[in-house]
Antibody, heavy 121, light 106 residues
Framework: EVQLLESGGGLVQPGGSLRLSCAAS????????MSWVRQAPGKGLEWVSS????????YYVDSVKGRFTISRDNSKNTLHVQMNSLRAEDTAVYYC??????????????WGQGTMVTVSS | EIVLTQSPATLSLSPGERVTLSCRAS??????LVWYQQKPGQAPRLFIY???NRATGIPARFSGSGSGTDFTLTISSLEPEDFAVYYC?????????FGGGTKVEL
């Protein structure tokens, strides 16, 4: 079964850091681009960042550029996002998501269950 | 950044009705438009990709159409399990963006 399992969420003070992880199973992780998408409480979906299959290309939404870093370890089938200088507006459920198609950027066909990040003093 | 505007924000309908959801882009995304369904407490689920292709396991009553800036998700006859929020997303230009969602409620 294809599965994504996020971890690492929690409560952090403004200005703090957190590292989220997403463990992948049931597919050839190294062949697919991966992404992080977040959803603030009661709000819609917001794309955060994407990384190519090899890890050589990364993209970010402007609001997290310079603060968040997406990475992947293809030997461990794991996706990460390092989040620094966290702000209240980063409070959200963070989902990792897999691209539909090998070799190119595509729709997100598999999503994890999400991990909650709360930034508050 | 491409802005996606979904309308209406909320639709109040009954089972068996035909539904048409709209997603308009601020500039052309060619056919790189995706539709997701999300139910409360759940992750989004891929429904339509490349504007008109149903994802695996999605019933035939769902169809997508459009290109350029105007897109539509149609449900031919609402089933009880279809009541949810539907989001469109463009994959044509970075940064990727989502619409604000349309809630289909009973």
């Amino acid at each position: 079964e294809v599965q994504l399992l996020e971890s690492g969420g929690g409560l952090v003070q403004p200005g703090g850091s957190l590292r989220l992880s997403c463990a992948a199973s049931g597919f050839t992780f190294s062949s697919y681009a991966m992404s992080w998408v977040r959803q603030a409480p009661g709000k819609g979906l917001e794309w955060v960042s994407s990384i190519s299959a090899s890890g050589g290309s990364t993209y970010y939404v402007d609001s997290v550029k310079g603060r968040f870093t997406i990475s992947r370890d293809n030997s461990k089938n794991t996706l990460h996002v390092q989040m620094n200088s966290l702000r209240a507006e980063d409070t959200a459920v963070y989902y990792c998501a897999k691209d539909l198609t090998v070799g190119r950027w595509d729709a997100f066909d598999i999503w994890g269950q999400g991990t909650m990040v709360t930034v508050s003093s | 950044e491409i802005v996606l505007t979904q309308s209406p924000a909320t639709l109040s309908l009954s089972p068996g009705e035909r539904v048409t959801l709209s997603c308009r882009a601020s500039q052309s995304v060619t056919s790189h438009l995706v539709w997701y369904q999300q139910k409360p407490g759940q992750a989004p689920r891929l429904f339509i990709y490349e504007a008109s292709n149903r994802a695996t396991g999605i019933p035939a009553r769902f169809s997508g159409s459009g290109s350029g800036t105007d897109f539509t998700l149609t449900i031919s006859s609402l089933e009880p399990e279809d009541f949810a929020v539907y989001y469109c997303q463009q994959r044509g230009i970075w940064p990727l963006t989502f619409g604000g969602g349309t809630k289909v409620e009973l």
